[in-house]
């Protein structure tokens, strides 16, 4: 075989690993996690038990960032029986630096249920969209939350 006739049959090989390599970077560093909800033991509401319409608090106790991304987080309430309730997107507020953040909370409202779903052990769950290049509008960075077990009760009339 000659030398040009080589080279015809390693040029596609090449172009084939340099697209493997450039994909493997975009998803392995680029593409790379924003934050991480650590212990999910350290994930909880503060009280784990409330009425409807009270004011309770979501407590983050373990969150590591490694990027800082913008971002929103979408949540979902499976109540004890009933459908599940899609609930109002927020954004998320980004630290300063990466690295261990102290324990935080934030003020969260137990909605109210409906005919259709029975007061009792409830489930919050839901992911973080975080778009850290402009590409990433496309196709965001999803990060999972724990699950979250609240008590609900229903408020009497």
């Given at each position: 075989?000659?030398?040009?006739?080589?080279?015809?049959?390693?040029?596609?090989?090449?172009?084939?690993?340099?697209?493997?390599?450039?994909?493997?970077?975009?998803?392995?560093?680029?593409?790379?996690?924003?934050?991480?909800?650590?212990?999910?033991?350290?994930?909880?509401?503060?009280?784990?038990?409330?009425?409807?319409?009270?004011?309770?608090?979501?407590?983050?106790?373990?969150?590591?960032?490694?990027?800082?991304?913008?971002?929103?987080?979408?949540?979902?309430?499976?109540?004890?029986?009933?459908?599940?309730?899609?609930?109002?997107?927020?954004?998320?507020?980004?630290?300063?630096?990466?690295?261990?953040?102290?324990?935080?909370?934030r003020k969260w409202t137990v909605p109210a249920l409906n005919s259709?779903?029975?007061?009792?052990?409830?489930?919050?769950?839901?992911?973080?969209?975080f778009e850290c290049w402009p590409i990433d509008h496309w196709s965001?960075?999803?990060?999972?939350?724990?699950?979250?077990?609240?008590?609900?009760?229903?408020?009497?009339?």
């Open positions: 075989m000659t030398r040009a006739g080589l080279n015809g049959k390693i040029w596609p090989l090449f172009v084939i690993g340099a697209i493997a390599l450039v994909v493997a970077f975009w998803h392995w560093v680029l593409r790379a996690d924003v934050v991480t909800y650590g212990d999910p033991t350290k994930t909880y509401f503060q009280p784990a038990s409330a009425t409807e319409g009270d004011q309770i608090e979501i407590c983050f106790d373990d969150l590591v960032w490694y990027r800082l991304c913008r971002g929103r987080l979408i949540t979902r309430l499976t109540p004890a029986k009933g459908s599940r309730m899609d609930l109002e997107a927020y954004t998320i507020s980004t630290p300063a630096k990466v690295g261990r953040v102290p324990p935080k909370c259709d779903r029975e007061e009792g052990a409830a489930v919050l769950d839901g992911f973080a969209e965001p960075i999803v990060m999972t939350m724990p699950p979250l077990k609240l008590n609900i009760l229903k408020r009497k009339p």
